[in-house]
């Protein structure tokens, strides 16, 4: 597969799930809470999470009818937790991907509550899997998942002990505490929950939670290199905002070129996990290139 191809196969993958989000986003009253909602939703983005867990159900021959639900929810609790990243308590940035953050346009109260919808709107979708057909003792074992990887074992966790690290000093087992638990447990809940639904084998589960494990661990060191090293158009936020607000990174506390080291080493880490796959892992070994060559 050319990177052409990967980049129209992730295109279209993409794609799906926007369409699919149309279904899953409330309309109707409170009129400013869905308007707030889905302006976040679609305010651009890769959609990595949900591809990854259609991808992850395709390679193992699951149903996409059964996934693509969860797919979305994952997306709703990503996009919950940027518009709460954002706000001013937190790291109160005012761009995202390029245009003004939620609260920035529809005020803190509401940004709140459209994230706090988001979140909550996701499990009701997950829900839904059941309607299509899906397993509903797969989908019980997914929705506990994704709940502890979007909680305090997980995501909300490793925000907790990136904000008491901001100014301090900490130790690399610290910041790989922060990057597996705030930017990983979704990534892994992601590539889990597609395997989970397809009726994965224990070997199978133990490959692919490998695999999802060393793709967060790439994603968010090269995360924090393009905060010190990227182009702020192309990123759509302000470069240098990991260091204004004090915050530990693998760049600040392993240099620049041992970062970019460590993020080669997971994608390497990453591809052995696929290497029984072969062939059927090649966009999975694409996507693993383009997070590390990303520009935003």
């Known amino acids: 597969m050319s990177f052409t191809d990967f980049k129209a196969a992730l295109k279209a993958t993409a794609d799906e799930v926007n369409q699919a989000l149309k279904e899953y986003l409330p309309q109707g009253k409170p009129e400013i809470l869905h308007e707030s909602m889905a302006y976040s939703v679609y305010a651009g983005g890769k959609r990595l ?36 990243d954002d706000l001013p308590c937190m790291d109160d940035d005012d761009l995202r991907r390029g245009k003004p953050t939620n609260h920035v346009v ?8 459209a994230g706090d919808a988001l979140l909550t709107r996701a499990f009701e979708v997950m829900a839904k899997a059941v309607e299509n057909g899906a397993d509903s003792h797969r989908l019980l074992k997914v929705i506990g998942e994704i709940g502890e990887a979007a909680g305090s074992k997980g995501m909300v966790g490793g925000q907790v ?31 889990r929950s597609g395997a989970i639904m397809s009726g994965a084998s224990s070997e199978d589960l133990a490959r692919l939670t490998e695999f999802a494990e060393y793709l967060g661990l790439a994603f968010q060191i090269t995360d924090d290199i393009l905060d010190v090293v990227g182009d702020e ?8 905002s990991d260091e204004s607000h004090a915050k530990a990174t693998y760049p600040a506390l392993v240099g620049l070129e041992e970062a970019r080291r460590l993020a080669q080493e997971s994608v390497n880490r990453a591809k052995e996990a696929l290497a029984p796959y072969k062939e059927k ?16």
Not at 49 to 78: F, Q, S
Not at 281 to 296: K, P, V, Y
Request: glycine share 8%.
């Open 281 to 296: 892992a090649e966009r999975f070994n694409q996507l693993l290139d383009f997070i590390l060559t990303r520009e935003s």
């Open 49 to 84: 999470r949900p591809v990854l867990t259609l991808w992850t159900a395709e390679l193992l021959g699951g149903d996409k009818k059964h996934v693509m639900p969860i797919a979305c929810a994952l997306e709703l609790i990503h996009t919950y937790s940027l518009i709460h």
């Open 106 to 113: 529809y005020g803190e109260a509401i940004a709140l509550l």
């Open 161 to 191: 002990v990136d904000i008491l690290s901001e100014g301090k000093k900490i130790d690399l087992e610290t910041l790989k505490y922060i990057h597996a638990h705030k930017t990983g447990a979704l990534f892994r809940a992601s590539i």
């Open 233 to 240: 158009t192309k990123l759509g936020k302000p470069v240098g």
